[in-house]
């Protein structure tokens, strides 16, 4: 898995999660449970992780949606 975006915005990372689904690219959203150990207060980040081999494709699906100010930047 390649992580693309690292959020606390829950509506983001729906978003995101959502134009993965409709391109049929498997994501994942790592540290959802830590908002557990929190106690839900937000301040940790969730990491918005996509299929590697389908990573380029992925970034290019949420820059064509406005997100690309979100992403990280591309690993080499």
Same mark, same amino acid.
Not at 17 to 42: F, N, R, V
Not at 46 to 59: H, Y
């Given at each position: ?7 606390? &915005? ?11 689904? &409709? ?29 590697? &081999? ?9 820059? &064509? ?12």
């Amino acid at each position: 898995m390649h992580e693309l975006i690292r959020t606390n &915005d829950a509506v983001l990372l729906s978003f995101a999660q959502s134009l993965m689904k &409709d391109a049929g690219i498997e994501s994942l959203i790592a540290d959802q449970s830590m908002s557990i150990l929190e106690g839900s207060l937000g301040l940790l980040p969730r990491r918005f992780l996509v299929e590697s &081999d389908r990573a380029q494709e992925a970034r290019r699906i949420l820059i &064509d949606a406005g997100l690309g100010h979100e992403l990280r930047e591309a690993s080499q």
